[in-house]
């Protein structure tokens, strides 16, 4: 007997008869004899459709009153999913955000988990009845409705599962699990048996949305062993959970398993696009000590995350051009705040450009292999792909290009890191 947390993605969870679906794959969890929490999502479509009535109410709408709109689409599946599951004969409740309680800190809109204190949730868990949870939602310190930002349904079933001490966290999605790109980009792409937390985590936060970063992170502070797989199976299929999706593996049993399989680690484990960032120039800023201090450390304290930088070599007259890059969503911002301090910081002219997307290779591989960015620069170089900014860690590179060439770089570099799937006739 175990004690499982699931998770359903909006898709999974998209109409009445796939909700039926899912209640067939928990039924079947369940009737193991094992304790089954749920996590849903709310119906694909949903949360978008909510925001934007949101937008329309209010252009400027209160993050409070936006949580209280968006955070309804789970409460929805939650309660017809527990329907489902009683007319099928199970014990099922939900369990709202506020009744756990999952409580969250930091923004609404954006807020994070502090605590999950849930003696009753394990309580009814342990008597047999399945808990259906709304994901994606909590409760401030205020005793107001929250929400965990976009995708946060992933990170409300690991904390769930770290809450009640699960022996798995199943991520249900509708890719049946982690892929060394976006399956729907590249049709060769392969799905990876296991990943490890630290790959997962980089891979997420450049953008591979199957899971949400934080979720990843979550899990690799509480050790939650974290799997992802489809729900999208037939009725009378085994359990989803015999079937082979991604587990998310910590770095020593990585080693173990590389070891036992006799495999060598690749450079590159996947390949990540992201189409949300925006890029900035600033001209003709002076070159001189404190310069890009003056610009970065305003735009710090407003919360705007600055990822890739590049200072150009000074030009003549004590003149450099900074380029660098944030989330598109806080363009505006990030453009106020700047024309505002124009006269002290001496630039010239703002340019910025949204048309833009961050394409990122992953690996641990990168730590022993040399070359992994040469690569990826003689790839893009040889299909005329220019590259607008650079930026690398331990185990990424990532580079900006025009958002127009996203498909075709992310298809020229899987082929270039070998990690198109052979023809099935091979
Ligand atoms: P859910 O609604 O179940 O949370 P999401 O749409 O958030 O599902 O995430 C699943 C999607 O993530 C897939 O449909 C796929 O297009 C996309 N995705 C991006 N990168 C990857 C990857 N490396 N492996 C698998 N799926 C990926
Ligand atoms: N429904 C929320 C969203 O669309 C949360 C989630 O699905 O994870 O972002
Ligand atoms: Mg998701």
């Given at each position: ?28 969890q ?27 109410a ?48 930091s923004a ?18 342990a ?17 107001r ?80 062993r974290?799997?992802?797989l ?12 015999t ?93 106020a ?13 703002i ?63 899987h ?12």
């Amino acid at each position: 007997m175990a004690r499982i947390v699931m998770k359903f993605g909006g898709t999974s969870v998209a109409g009445t008869e796939r909700i039926r679906r899912v209640a067939n794959i928990v039924r079947a969890q369940a009737a193991g004899g094992n304790e089954v929490a749920v996590v849903v999502s709310a119906m694909a479509g949903e949360t978008d459709r909510l925001v934007n009535f949101c937008r329309e109410a209010n252009p400027l709408y209160d993050p409070a009153e936006y949580d209280v709109v968006v955070a309804s689409g789970e409460q929805v599946t939650s309660g017809l999913l527990a329907l489902t599951l009683q007319a099928m004969g199970c014990k099922a409740r939900s369990w709202l955000g506020w009744q756990l309680p999952v409580k969250t800190f930091s923004a609404h809109a954006n807020a994070r988990v502090d605590e999950i204190d849930a003696p009753r949730l394990r309580e009814s868990m342990a008597a047999g009845e399945i808990a259906v949870i709304p994901g994606f939602q909590g409760v401030s310190e205020e005793g107001r409705i929250t929400t965990m930002g976009r995708g946060g349904s992933d990170t409300s079933a690991v904390a769930i599962a770290a809450a009640v001490d699960a022996d798995r966290c199943d991520i249900y999605t509708d890719v049946d699990g982690v892929y060394t790109t976006d399956p729907r980009i590249v049709a060769r792409a392969r799905k990876i048996p296991y990943v490890s937390y630290e790959e997962m985590l980089e891979l997420a936060s450049v953008g591979a949305k199957v899971l949400q970063t934080r979720s990843v992170s979550l899990a690799m502070k509480h050790n939650v062993r974290v799997q992802v797989l489809s729900s999208f199976v037939d009725d009378g299929a085994p359990p989803a959970d015999t079937l082979p999706g991604t587990m998310i593996v910590s770095e020593d049993e990585m080693q173990k398993i590389l070891e036992e399989s006799n495999m060598e680690r690749q450079s590159v484990t996947g390949i990540a696009h992201d189409k949300n960032e925006a890029r900035v120039v600033l001209t003709r800023v002076p070159d001189k000590p404190g310069a890009v201090a003056d610009i970065f450390t305003p735009l710090g304290e407003a919360g705007i995350n600055v990822d890739m930088i590049i200072q150009n070599v000074g030009r003549d007259k004590g003149e450099t051009d900074v380029t660098f890059t944030v989330p598109q969503a806080e363009l505006a911002r990030a453009q106020a705040l700047l024309e505002d301090k124009k006269e002290t910081l001496g630039f010239n002219r703002i340019i910025t450009d949204s048309k833009v997307a961050k394409i990122s290779v992953v690996g641990m591989g990168m730590k022993s292999h040399t070359g992994v960015a040469a690569t990826m620069f003689k790839a893009l170089a040889d299909r005329g792909i220019n590259v607008q900014a650079i930026s690398t860690s331990e185990i990424k590179v990532s580079v900006l290009i025009d958002e127009d060439e996203t498909e075709l770089a992310v298809r020229v570099l899987h082929t270039a890191y070998g990690l198109d799937a052979k023809d099935e006739a091979a």
